[in-house]
Nanobody, 124 residues
Framework: VQLQASGGGLVQAGGSLRLSCVGS????????MGWFRQVPGKEREFVAG????????YYGYFVKDRFTISIDNAKNTVYLQMNSLEPDDTAVYYC??????????????????WGKGTLVTVSS
């Protein structure tokens, strides 16, 4: 089972990036999927999550309508569109999949599956 994240890179403040996470090795139809981020020396924090159906989405408090999470079931892929990026968004972004209810993703990090992470750097 693998989650492969991509799409990170260097962008100027105010710019946009779209992250992708492709799941393989099993079906994720019973899982929620989403994104966390981590800065060295700090705890991993919840960014966004989505149910497999796409009907429900949750966002970290800092997102403030700048990010949009979406899912393509046919491709086993979850996306994170990030707009109006700020230097404080600089971090390694990890995708995750879990049967854990999305409401717990704010406080729990015991996801069933993790991707390896993709680095997002926002310059000022």
């Amino acid at each position: 089972v693998q989650l492969q994240a991509s799409g990170g890179g260097l962008v100027q403040a105010g710019g946009s990036l779209r992250l992708s996470c492709v799941g393989s090795g099993r079906t994720f139809s019973s899982d929620n999927m989403g994104w966390f981020r981590q800065v060295p020396g700090k705890e991993r924090e919840f960014v966004a999550g989505i149910t497999w159906s796409g009907a429900s989405t949750y966002y970290g408090y800092f997102v403030k309508d700048r990010f949009t999470i979406s899912i393509d079931n046919a491709k086993n892929t979850v996306y994170l569109q990030m707009n109006s990026l700020e230097p404080d968004d600089t971090a390694v972004y990890y995708c995750a999949a879990s049967s854990l209810d999305l409401g717990y993703w704010y406080i729990r990090h015991d996801m069933d599956y993790w991707g390896k992470g993709t680095l997002v750097t926002v310059s000022s």
